[in-house]
């Protein structure tokens, strides 16, 4: 046991202690014991001292899965500074407006990505310091550190900065709706509630090993694998790619007992050809969402593994859980003990069983979740009307408290794993100057989820082609958001507001004059 420790600097000495040298993460060839994870934490916090950022401050990390990653989330927890990890794909205006919006005094960035912070630097408020990891051949024409230098010239020593478990931890941005991307401010006990949910779940223990490819700046793979990792004294293994045709021997080389599945990966893994050694895998249970209900039994009888369910957003966790033991086909479970969850209709009044209405949730414990939207009051309280926080999705609840999801209420396109803003892709393409209007909506994709579809209306007297438009997206766009259908029209079906009545365009679907960029070949870059 850990000792009730809530705080994610001190789980890492106490496991640093008890196991010294055994494995923590394996990098795929790299590995990082307890010790060394232990000790990099200490000589971050040392280094990000003497750059003379102090609790409270906010500091961005952009960094694929590495240990770097890593030691630098253990160090600046361990000094109180408040991480905002960037999703790798951000450029120009939302990478600007994550900076500004979190208030990132700092980051951390690989070399990789470095040189997109000299196109926006006119417009960062404040931003002093720049972390480079790794060899730049762009030198960016601001001050920068070596990471690796700041590391090798620290101490492994302990910094003795009082940290409380109800102390901001990070700040994660969620896809913005009407407006630009929030930030969800997350405790240390916010992020721990997940994870003991996730070992309570799963059953972990240290004889279990996780594997997962998710990418660091998501919650799934800090809270639901690392950190869960930590709590149940496992180890991890760690890539930065997920590879449907090698996933399996990935797992019985590293012994794999569990991993976590977002998006589209089960149904991936389902399209690939049977083997006569599909059943002969470590694996023995998975958790995540969504599991298309039509692969559910052919899923888990072809790899001989057990599957558990479970609906949840970057401020609640987990909020409900569908157990492998007591699985209902096609429901996201029922309420984890630490959330009251119900659905509520337009007027903030529960709904009878099975009636769809708004999925809500609210603690039965502080700090157990996000506290606010960062720097975003209004949007924090509007969140929290009649003090239940509104998730944005639809959903039903059966005579028995099993919860099904229903679709969204909120304008945001689910994609393998990804939460698009239609209003940034939207903002983006508005910027064109060809372009008169545009409408983001998500059209069912083949895999699971969804597809990012364009519906467009050019200026009079002007040319647009499907690909000139997507030129200028990947300018400004991270790649996933990149849209995969565009359709021109003359003009949108609107409200007597003028809103544009995206539902009917979402019924209409991807029509015959739609414009697949899958179909003619047109690459993004990552």
């Known amino acids: 046991m850990y000792n009730g420790i809530e705080t994610f600097g001190a789980i890492a000495e106490f496991r640093a202690k008890e196991y010294q040298e055994k494995r923590f993460i394996r990098f795929e060839k790299k590995d990082l ?98 972390i480079v990891l790794g060899e730049s051949k762009q030198q960016p024409n601001i001050l920068t550190y070596s990471f690796q230098q700041l590391i090798d010239n620290a101490s492994d020593d302990k910094v003795n900065v009082p940290i409380e478990p109800s102390d901001r931890s990070l700040i994660l941005f ?19 509630t997940l994870s003991r949910t996730c070992c309570d779940l799963m059953d972990y223990s240290p004889h279990d090993r996780l594997f997962t490819m998710f990418p660091l700046y998501h919650v799934n793979a800090r809270y639901a694998t690392i950190l869960a990792a930590l709590l149940a004294g496992s180890d991890v293994v760690m890539h930065n790619r997920f590879s449907a045709s090698r996933f399996w021997d990935v797992c019985r080389r590293e012994q794999i007992t569990t991993f976590n599945y977002m998006g589209s990966l089960l149904t991936i893994l389902m399209k690939q050809p049977e083997r006569p050694d599909d059943k002969d895998n470590p694996v023995r249970q998975i958790q995540g969402a969504p599991c298309p209900p039509q692969i559910y039994e052919s899923f888990q009888e072809r790899f001989d593994i057990k599957i558990t369910e479970a609906y949840g957003s970057t401020e609640v966790g987990l909020a409900t859980v569908n157990r492998a033991e007591t699985f209902r086909k096609g429901s996201c479970g029922k309420a984890v003990p630490n959330f009251e969850v119900e659905i509520h209709d337009e007027n903030g009044e529960t709904c009878p069983p099975n009636t769809a209405g708004e999925i809500v949730v609210r603690p039965k414990e502080p700090s157990i979740m996000f506290s606010e939207y960062f720097g975003m009051p209004e949007a924090t309280i509007k969140s929290w009307k009649n003090l239940w926080f509104h998730t944005g999705d639809r959903g039903r609840m059966d005579e028995d408290g099993y919860f099904y999801f229903v679709d969204r209420q909120k304008d945001v396109v689910r994609r393998r794993g990804e939460n698009i803003s239609s209003y940034e892709v939207e903002r983006t393409i508005n910027k064109h100057p060809k372009v008169q209007d545009t409408a983001i909506i998500g059209v069912p994709s083949e895999l699971t989820e969804e597809e990012v579809m364009a519906v467009v209306s050019v200026r009079d007297g002007m040319e647009l082609t499907p ?33 544009i009545e995206k539902y009917k365009l979402r019924k209409q679907g991807v029509t015959s004059d739609t414009w697949d960029r899958d179909e003619t070949g047109y690459k993004v870059a990552r």
């Open 467 to 499: 690909e000139e438009l997507l030129d200028a997206c990947q300018d400004g766009l991270p790649h996933f958001a990149v849209p995969r259908y565009v359709r021109f029209v003359k003009e949108f079906p609107r409200t007597p507001s003028q809103r």
């Open 33 to 130: 014991t307890y010790n060394q994870f232990h000790f990099g934490g200490n000589k971050v916090a040392n280094a990000f001292t003497k750059l003379n950022l102090i609790k409270g401050d906010k500091c961005a990390v952009m960094l694929p899965n590495c240990p770097e990653f890593l030691i630098t989330w253990l160090g600046l927890t361990r000094i109180g500074v408040v991480e905002v990890p960037v999703n790798t794909g951000l450029r120009g205006d939302l990478l600007a407006h994550v900076l500004n919006q979190a208030e990132c005094k700092a980051i951390v960035i690989d070399a990789e990505w470095v040189n997109r912070i000299p196109e926006i630097h006119a417009e960062l408020e404040f931003l002093e310091h720049v």
């Open 174 to 192: 969620t896809s913005g709706t009407t407006g630009p991307s929030k930030g969800a401010v997350l405790s240390h006990r916010a992020n721990f």
